[in-house]
């Protein structure tokens, strides 16, 4: 199950912290990262977010798959954007000034190019930090941690049995999905589009209806044990606070302060240096 | 109004967990390369019309948070929770349905696709593109035609896919009054 979320156990300090630290920090990093589009921050950020990873031992090699992911992610929606409209970044900034000599309706703008670099120090910007938390938090503590953080713990026991089910399910999606094809049901490019959502049908019906018997066999074992009677419950996962966790928390919070400090001082989200 | 539980949260539980494993590993190719059709939301919609409108939410942004998660791409809030919508209101709009009570019939099903029609116009035209321009300050024109897409590929799949399940699921449970005395 472990794999399947690419924890990667290992011992550094940001391991260390408790799954509700990093949560909190990844809510107030990335709230910091939404908010602003201002391009010092976003620089400071992005560098940031990649500086931690040598802290937590965690390689390129660990998440090349992902980061290529990302990469051709990135390249398509920035392509996009210049395609629908190579307008924006005018309307943004307020001034118009066009580059290489060129006019027209594609022709590149200097405020263009600049905004769409703060589109892709965006991406810079959150996604390091998300790729060290899947790296770094191990699936199991992070039901704790919900529960910590104050989301009420059945919602939190929800998650918990979401991830627990996960491999269960996994598992008997293939069995049926082998027998259905050996009983000639088609899923590949060869049959018609049609014919390969109803074969997925196939595979869902009986999936779905023994999740139904699952869930009522899973209520009745909870409800025998009086599951939500009490106001609280204890986690086999839970960590204590160490200091550390409180310094991480503080940083990330002062982050998002800073964001929200120059999201006021600039008068905008955007960091205009157009206009002087 | 479904009261709040044990089986629903077991149901948000188990719901998330067939959402993930239909998002991340059944992946049936469309014509368009490198695009996949999403078949959880047919899922989504059934799990959201039998257990109400909180279970649906709440299977819908778990499940999406854990495939998002899972890919290591960074977590779209703004997609994340367009799926929880479509799941909240897709649960209010069929909240009159009787899947579990074995009731599914023609009017059943007309209710069920409207329902979803609507739920899957508002998340994907409606919610997932302001959110995207309010996180990203992304052009409009580009935002929507993705929403407009998705909107559309998800309407399909979900009227195919969930009404078969909802019409399996139905016959599974036996009807009031199916008893006949023999004489």
Known sequence: ?????NYIEKESPIHGLTGATKLVCLLLWSLAAMTTYDTRLLVVLAIFGIALFPVG??????????????LVFLVLNTVLVYLFSPHHGTEIYGTCTYLFGLSGHFAPTAEQLFFQLNYILKYFATIPFVLLFVCTTN????????NKIGVSYSVSYSVALALRYI?????????????????????SKKASLMKRLKSASAILVPLILSSMDRIEIISNAMELRCFGKNKKRTWYMAQKFKPLDYISIVVCALLLVVSLTLTYINGSRFYNPFIR | MRKFTVKTIVAIGIGAALFFVLGRFVAIPSPVPNTNISIQYGLLAFIAAVFG????????????????????WGVWWSWVIASAVFGCLMGIFSSKLKIDEGEFGVKGIITFNVAQAISHLLAWVGVAPCLDILMFQEPVDKVFLQGITGAIINIITTAIIGT????AYAKTIPQKGSLKEEN
């Open chain 1, 139 to 146: 699936p199991s503590e992070f039901a704790a941690s919900l």
């Open chain 1, 57 to 70: 031992k965690i390689g390129v090699k660990d998440i090349s798959f992902m980061l290529w992911f990302t």
């Open chain 1, 167 to 187: 491999p269960d399910i996994q598992k008997q999606y293939h069995e049926i999905s082998q027998a259905s094809q050996a009983r000639g049901v088609e899923l």
């Open chain 2, 164 to 167: 078969i399940v909802c019409l």
């Open chain 1, 1 to 5: 199950m472990n794999n399947l979320f």
């Open chain 2, 53 to 72: 409108p909180f279970a649906g939410a709440l299977a819908g942004l778990i499940g999406h948070f854990f495939i998002d998660f899972s890919y290591g």
